[in-house]
């Protein structure tokens, strides 16, 4: 082995995520924060996704927001502050094979000069004014008191509160609203609906440089699949046991070992690192950007996450092996509006699991 010195380590290219935990404040919109759980802190103030365009394919209900991951384009002022969002149903038997239907991603963009936000960096502390309303944007559009998004109906009873869907304000009611709304304080009570809150950080995925080869995520597209270049030795060996989808896990687990906490591993027009040989897209499969873009690879969703949601059930879970996100090439301007992205989840084939 050799030594751990800043000699001995390769950056791949890709830059991992991982979960900390955060003040409240810095992770509010003007933070431009990149987070897991809680509520969206949304980028552009207005033209927010609407009740429907969230709603879950499967089943009908409004999709929960999972997390954000602020990625500006370096060099492109229309892209100057950029933030796609990931909305995820909380309905467990959503959640089967292979299916990203119970998934919903959008991307919101703005200019340096832009009608929500200072010129400047934000200042790195809290401030008097960085508080956010919990209920209402500054451009007016009302927040449903569940779940964040864009809600304009309000409870005729208090008149204090808005929701995006009659679901949302019955699950409020029961979980806190039915007090708030009787004695007319907004209680600060847990919102135990939202994901557990959390602070994104990234930083450079690093390999160690040994004598043995690196684990090689460049060669983990379909492509590299045959066994034809293992040695003899392994042949037989690989007859039993081994299918390319073995080894593709194979691969996949030794790649997030050296980080095992890892929750997204980004790396804008570079290569998902798939958890199995099945259900890989082909480029056919990822639809076009209505600008007429293809979509790229950004960044993928890691199955670490999940121990941190609190959605494990013994009967059925929110479950998933990757969740891989592309989004326009050309990550096109659609002025204050959220554009819809696209996402593909892969599940572990067979019983695997981490
Ligand atoms: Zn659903
Ligand atoms: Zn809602
Ligand atoms: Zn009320
Ligand atoms: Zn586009």
Same mark, same amino acid.
């Given at each position: 082995?050799?030594?751990?010195?800043?000699?001995?380590?390769?950056?791949?290219?890709?830059?991992?995520? +991982?979960? &900390?935990?955060? &003040?409240? =404040?810095?992770?509010?919109? $003007?933070?431009?924060?990149?987070?897991?759980?809680?509520?969206?802190? =949304?980028?552009?103030?207005?033209?927010?996704?609407?009740?429907?365009?969230?709603? /879950? &394919?499967?089943?009908? @209900?409004?999709?929960?927001? @999972?997390?954000?991951?602020?990625?500006?384009?370096?060099? +492109?002022?229309?892209?100057?502050?950029?933030?796609?969002?990931?909305? /995820?149903?909380?309905?467990? $038997?959503?959640?089967?094979?292979?299916?990203?239907?119970?998934?919903?991603?959008?991307?919101?963009?703005?200019?340096?000069?832009?009608?929500?936000?200072?010129?400047?960096?934000?200042?790195?502390?809290?401030?008097?004014?960085?508080?956010?309303?919990?209920?209402?944007?500054?451009?007016?559009?009302?927040?449903?008191?569940?779940?964040?998004?864009?809600?304009?109906?309000?409870?005729?009873?208090?008149?204090?509160?808005?929701?995006?869907?009659?679901?949302?304000?019955?699950?409020? =009611?029961?979980?806190?609203?039915?007090?708030?709304?009787?004695?007319?304080?907004?209680?600060?009570?847990?919102?135990?609906?939202?994901?557990?809150?959390?602070?994104?950080?990234?930083?450079?995925?690093?390999?160690?440089?040994?004598?043995?080869?690196?684990?090689?995520?460049?060669?983990?597209?379909?492509?590299?699949?045959?066994?034809?270049?293992?040695?003899?030795?392994?042949?037989?060996?690989?007859?039993?046991?081994?299918?390319?989808?073995?080894?593709?896990?194979?691969?996949?687990?030794?790649? #997030?070992?050296?980080?095992?906490?890892?929750? @997204?591993?980004?790396?804008?027009?570079?290569?998902?690192?798939?958890?199995?040989?099945?259900?890989?897209?082909?480029?056919?499969? #990822?639809?076009?950007?209505?600008?007429?873009?293809?979509?790229?690879?950004? +960044?993928?969703?890691?199955?670490?996450?999940?121990?941190?949601?609190?959605?494990?059930?013994?009967?059925?879970? #929110?479950?998933?092996?990757? @969740?891989?996100?592309?989004?326009?090439?050309?990550?096109?301007?659609?002025?204050?509006?959220?554009?819809?992205? +696209? #996402? =593909?989840?892969?599940?572990?084939?067979?019983?695997?699991?981490?």
């Amino acid at each position: 082995m050799s030594e751990n010195t800043e000699d001995s380590r390769r950056k791949t290219g890709v830059v991992l995520g +991982f979960l &900390e935990e955060a &003040e409240p =404040w810095q992770l509010l919109s $003007a933070q431009f924060p990149s987070k897991v759980g809680g509520k969206p802190a =949304w980028l552009s103030q207005q033209d927010l996704p609407s009740t429907s365009e969230l709603v /879950c &394919e499967k089943c009908q @209900l409004p999709a929960l927001f @999972l997390l954000q991951v602020y990625a500006p384009i370096v060099g +492109f002022d229309q892209s100057f502050h950029r933030t796609v969002y990931i909305f /995820c149903c909380k309905t467990p $038997a959503c959640y089967t094979l292979n299916d990203s239907r119970c998934f919903k991603v959008f991307r919101s963009q703005l200019r340096r000069k832009n009608d929500f936000y200072s010129y400047n960096p934000p200042p790195d502390e809290e401030t008097t004014n960085s508080g956010d309303n919990q209920h209402v944007l500054s451009s007016g559009v009302k927040l449903c008191h569940l779940c964040g998004c864009a809600g304009q109906e309000g409870c005729s009873r208090c008149h204090a509160v808005t929701y995006c869907s009659k679901e949302h304000q019955v699950i409020d =009611w029961k979980q806190r609203h039915k007090k708030e709304c009787l004695t007319k304080t907004s209680s600060e009570d847990q919102n135990l609906f939202l994901f557990p809150e959390w602070e994104l950080v990234t930083e450079p995925e690093e390999l160690p440089v040994t004598d043995d080869k690196p684990p090689d995520t460049d060669s983990l597209e379909q492509a590299d699949m045959t066994p034809s270049d293992l040695e003899e030795n392994e042949l037989e060996a690989m007859a039993l046991h081994e299918s390319p989808d073995t080894k593709v896990f194979q691969k996949f687990k030794e790649c #997030i070992a050296i980080e095992p906490h890892q929750v @997204l591993r980004y790396c804008r027009e570079g290569c998902p690192l798939w958890v199995s040989s099945k259900h890989v897209p082909s480029k056919a499969e #990822i639809p076009k950007c209505p600008c007429g873009a293809d979509r790229i690879f950004e +960044f993928q969703i890691m199955p670490q996450l999940l121990n941190s949601l609190k959605v494990d059930r013994p009967d059925a879970s #929110i479950d998933w092996g990757t @969740l891989v996100i592309y989004t326009c090439a050309a990550s096109c301007d659609q002025g204050n509006k959220y554009s819809p992205e +696209f #996402i =593909w989840k892969q599940d572990f084939s067979e019983d695997r699991a981490l």
